[in-house]
T-cell receptor, first 110, second 115 residues
Framework: DAKTTQPTSMDCAEGRAANLPCNHSTISGNEYVYWYRQIHSQGPQYIIHGLKNNETNEMASLIITEDRKSSTLILPHATLRDTAVYYCIVRANTGNQFYFGTGTSLTVIP | GAGVSQSPSNKVTEKGKDVELRCDPISGHTALYWYRQSLGQGLEFLIYFQGNSAPDKSGLPSDRFSAERTGGSVSTLTIQRTQQEDSAVYLC?????????????FGDGTRLSIL
């Protein structure tokens, strides 16, 4: 599975959009981009995933560049409860396990 | 709707004892995964079950670790003769493997502490 690179930490003001970047320059054609987050003392929570088209659900939007080498997770109106570690994962549809790196620690500031 | 349920949520035991950790996956999910997460670390894959196929045990760290999945639903992870380095949060996840790009959904884990 392709390696991903994310910033170690980010801050965002409450009520503003949080834009979390992820680089996956070695992604191959059958690999999907997944985003999870983990709040302290809880299991990872699935947010969204996509292959090449932009995706949106009730939690977030996922923007994937045309060359698929990077993506951005957007939380449109960040709240204090969005403070968590966010993981960007690339995995082939033939894969089983998910490889969680170190992720981005997002702090939403009041 | 019911998510992945794990029990117990916390377990404290003495070194050398055996422990059993339980996972109830989301109903209808054919794939089940065990991971562990040590303090401040990422997730480490342990084992994967898919339907009636032989499990992928490639992540089990030693022969003290084993897992079963009965009737294609509930799974039990057993650690024999526990050691202090086994202390971690043990996470279970399930997915609908029928559609292979489907995400895994995680429980909140069992926090295991070995004294």
């Amino acid at each position: 599975d392709a390696k991903t690179t994310q910033p170690t930490s980010m801050d965002c003001a409450e009520g503003r959009a949080a834009n979390l970047p992820c680089n996956h320059s070695t992604i191959s054609g059958n690999e999907y981009v997944y985003w999870y987050r983990q709040i302290h003392s809880q299991g990872p929570q699935y947010i969204i995933h996509g292959l090449k088209n932009n995706e949106t659900n009730e939690m977030a939007s996922l923007i994937i560049t045309e060359d698929r080498k990077s993506s951005t997770l957007i939380l449109p109106h960040a709240t204090l409860r969005d403070t968590a570690v966010y993981y960007c994962i690339v995995r082939a549809n033939t894969g089983n396990q998910f490889y969680f790196g170190t992720g981005t620690s997002l702090t939403v500031i009041p | 709707g019911a998510g992945v349920s794990q029990s117990p949520s916390n377990k404290v035991t003495e070194k050398g004892k055996d422990v059993e950790l339980r996972c109830d996956p989301i109903s209808g999910h054919t794939a089940l995964y065990w991971y562990r997460q040590s303090l401040g670390q990422g997730l480490e894959f342990l084992i994967y079950f898919q339907g009636n196929s032989a499990p992928d045990k490639s992540g089990l760290p030693s022969d003290r670790f084993s897992a079963e999945r009965t009737g294609g639903s509930v799974s039990t992870l057993t650690i024999q003769r526990t050691q202090q380095e086994d202390s971690a949060v043990y996470l279970c996840a399930s997915s609908n493997r029928t559609y292979s790009n489907q995400p895994q959904h995680f429980g909140d884990g069992t926090r295991l502490s070995i004294l």
